[in-house]
């Protein structure tokens, strides 16, 4: 019986590395040794995963490298084909390598399919990236649906803020006070503040909307819309409005700041029966564009990593800017805006302009790795034609 068994076991290893041995991670050698009958080098051509399936071996099949689907949407690529033959089985396998070059080995050709592996972004629920020149959306995910947008937001309430500024120097500096003891709350909680405001205190438009734009000041970002539309629940009517003038269908707004309803009613400033904005990437995409068109001053002010405002350090969160953690030169990344709350996650809408290319707008929602992902897609966006000069 025990001798049975030992057979059986020893039948099953070599059934399944008949197939590609996908289920074993370390095979004894005398179980699941495979044979070179020919190899021959190929010309280096990309493939892709076929399905779920298959794993990576060294060429013995005594110790396996990776499974195919912890690695869904890597190109790997061939340089050889081998005749391996394990038992009286032979089969055609491939030696392949991620474009890195740190992960390599065989793997049975029919788990694979000729080509690169279609461009995604794993984390992020939805992105877009728009050919800024054209309004031309060149790659989305679920780019149609609308979705919180936390601190985005304020890409439309910065809109509103220059259109009402139109440019004044006067408008720039009018000063603003501060009679709400709301905000003043707002801004003293670490949770939803950031800029903080005393009370009867007087600040200039200007002073506001560095804070909103650079810090993501909510405060700042209220006080604004106040300033813009005589009070809050005018100032959303006038996103809305907006967002409908420029035939957004999925953009509506509750909030000048990107803080939801349930975090607003507690500082006196909840408006709607929706606890959230809800914009869709390409939506967002398209205010940006707007944004940076009407007001290309977006541009220089939002690529400030920092500054003092009101004696108070306003820092930039867009960790793609020169000097930060995810910069890249070749990106020229020069805005624009991040957004976080635990219902949105993070958000990111990024813009750049690489040489020779025209300018990318991309966003991200509700995104883990908001800064990678946005360099690649920046980076796959490129790869198009139709965004060369």
């Not at 031309?136 to 509103?160: D, E, F, G, H």
């Not at 408008?171 to 709301?182: F, T």
């Not at 025209?358 to 966003?363: D, F, G, P, Y």
Request: aromatic share 10%.
């Amino acid at each position: 019986m025990a001798n049975l068994h030992i057979k059986s076991r020893l039948l099953a290893f070599l059934v399944v590395g008949t197939i590609g041995g996908v289920t074993l991670t370390q095979v004894p050698a005398a179980a699941a040794s495979y044979h070179t009958v020919t190899t021959q080098s190929v010309k280096k051509t990309a493939y892709h995963k076929k399905s779920s399936k298959g794993a990576i071996f060294n060429k013995k099949h005594t110790r396996k490298v990776v499974n195919l689907k912890s690695h869904p949407h890597t190109t790997w690529y061939v340089t050889q084909h081998a005749t391996l033959k394990h038992g009286k089985t032979k089969g055609i396998y491939y030696y392949v390598k991620n474009g890195k070059g740190n992960i390599k080995g065989w793997i049975w050709h029919g788990y694979l399919k000729k080509g690169k592996a279609p461009f995604t972004l794993s984390k992020a629920k939805a992105a877009v990236a728009m050919d800024e020149s054209t309004g031309k959306v060149v790659w989305s995910k679920k780019a149609n649906t609308a979705r919180p947008i936390a601190s985005v937001t304020k890409i439309m309430t910065l809109y509103l803020t220059l259109k009402k500024v139109d440019g004044k120097a006067s408008n720039w500096n009018k000063k603003i006070k501060i009679k709400s003891h709301g905000l003043v709350s707002m801004s003293r909680t670490a949770a939803y503040g950031g800029f903080h405001f005393s009370y009867g205190h007087k600040y200039t438009v200007k002073q506001l909307y560095d804070a909103a734009f650079l810090d993501s000041s909510n405060n700042s970002a209220i006080a604004l819309g106040q300033w813009v539309a005589g009070s809050n629940a005018k100032f959303i009517k006038k996103m809305n409005a907006q967002a409908k003038a420029w035939k957004l269908g999925k953009a509506h707004f509750v909030s000048a700041s990107g803080l939801e309803n349930s975090d607003l009613r507690r500082f006196g400033y909840g408006y709607g029966s929706a606890n959230a904005n809800r914009v869709s990437a390409k939506d967002v995409a398209l205010i940006a564009r707007h944004l940076m068109r009407d007001y290309p001053r977006v541009l220089k002010d939002g690529k400030v990593g920092s500054k003092r405002v009101n004696g108070q350090l306003c820092y930039n969160y867009n960790n793609l800017l020169k000097g930060r953690k995810y910069y890249r030169a070749s990106l020229k990344v020069d805005g624009l805006k991040t957004g976080y709350t635990p219902l949105a996650g993070y958000c990111f809408v990024g813009t750049g302009q690489k040489s020779g290319k025209h300018r990318v707008i991309t966003v991200v929602l509700h995104d883990a790795n908001e800064f990678t992902e946005t360099r690649s897609l920046m980076n796959h966006a490129y790869s198009f034609k139709s965004m060369n000069n």
